[in-house]
């Protein structure tokens, strides 16, 4: 009887903690449950469910918002090492100008991939813009300057001016 009474219990149970899986419809995409675990799925650089701030007066002219630096801090140490290495070559190194001015192209090249990964957009953009200058035949750093300043432009909001790019969030170490 004992055994009757616990069976019928774990079925009760069980049967309560089931509850409807809502239908997806066709149309649409899962939704996760809260903001956070939906940011990690979606790609970084789209605005899918978000909307750019604006004031209501820039919605009717049209206007662009100030950019803003957003993104996860990185330590960038051995980037900017890479960096100072390569301009400090520039200075005084043996080699022919173009291929010193290749080696601070690659060092900003490889900041500004990190910064992207990071979702620094307004700081990878800079570094973007400075590997251009010293190699102005870059696919990437081409790539990837349009596409940033798309991004900023399908938020509605000004990307940084040329030179005027913050520099990468200070990193305050591991967690």
């Keep these: 009887m004992k055994i009757a009474v616990i069976v019928l219990g774990a079925f009760f149970?069980?049967?309560?903690?089931?509850?409807?899986?809502?239908?997806?419809?066709?149309?649409?995409?899962?939704?996760?449950?809260?903001?956070?675990?939906?940011?990690?799925?979606?790609?970084?650089?789209?605005?899918?469910n978000r909307i750019a701030p604006m004031s209501s007066s820039d919605q009717t002219t049209g206007a662009k918002t100030k950019w803003t630096q957003s993104g996860d801090p990185i330590d960038t140490r051995s980037l900017d090492a890479a960096i100072a290495d390569a301009t400090k070559m520039k200075v005084t190194g043996p080699d022919t100008e173009l291929s010193k001015n290749q080696a601070l192209a690659e060092a900003y090249f490889k900041r500004a991939t990190a910064l992207t990964e990071a979702h620094q957009y307004a700081s990878a953009l800079g570094d973007y813009?400075?590997?251009?200058?010293?190699?102005?035949?870059?696919?990437?750093?081409?790539?990837?300057?349009?596409?940033?300043?798309?991004?900023?432009?399908?938020?509605?909001?000004?990307?940084?001016?040329?030179?005027?790019?913050?520099?990468?969030?200070?990193?305050?170490?591991?967690?």
């Design 13 to 48: 149970l069980a049967g309560c903690n089931t509850a409807p899986q809502p239908v997806a419809n066709g149309n649409s995409a899962p939704v996760a449950q809260n903001s956070s675990e939906h940011d990690k799925t979606v790609i970084a650089h789209t605005t899918e």
């Design 129 to 175: 813009r400075r590997t251009l200058k010293y190699d102005p035949d870059n696919a990437g750093a081409k790539t990837w300057v349009e596409q940033i300043i798309s991004i900023y432009d399908s938020m509605g909001r000004e990307s940084p001016p040329e030179g005027q790019e913050p520099p990468p969030l200070p990193y305050k170490g591991a967690k």
